[in-house]
Nanobody
Framework: QVQLVESGGGSVQAGGSTRLSCVVS?????????LGWFRQAPGKEREAVAV??????????VYADSVKGRFTISHDATKNTLYLQMNSLVPDDSAMYYC?????????????????WGQGTQVTVSA
């Protein structure tokens, strides 16, 4: 089992930046993880923002087209923390952001259905 606890977010003006953090903990020492950030705005479906493979070998991150070039996902294994650096924010980025993850099971891509989820943190971008 994997536990995830998000922090960060809040209210940001358009064009600004913020960083989300997610502490990842597990009772099992996985050698690799598939971790991701997802978001859901009111009245909209949940969408994947960014997913990263982290562990044995080089990390590999993939992004939704809507955030490419603006958002960066990273995982610091020494701190057991997943990050989402969000730059050049626009009002459409306003949503509840969730981190999710699982021990790596052979695939990790933007459409991965991850097993464990955090409680979410709100990001509101004002024009």
């Amino acid at each position: 089992q994997v536990q995830l606890v998000e922090s960060g977010g809040g209210s940001v003006q358009a064009g600004g930046s913020t960083r989300l953090s997610c502490v990842v903990s597990s009772g099992y020492a996985y050698s690799s993880y598939c971790l991701g950030w997802f978001r859901q705005a009111p009245g909209k479906e949940r969408e994947a923002v960014a997913v990263i493979y982290s562990g044995v070998g080089s990390p590999n991150a993939v992004y939704a087209d809507s955030v490419k070039g603006r958002f960066t996902i990273s995982h610091d294994a020494t701190k057991n923390t997943l990050y989402l650096q969000m730059n050049s924010l626009v009002p459409d980025d306003s949503a509840m952001y969730y981190c999710a993850g699982e021990g790596y099971r052979g695939s990790c891509y933007i459409g991965s259905e991850l097993e464990y989820w955090g409680q979410g943190t709100q990001v509101t971008v004002s024009a």
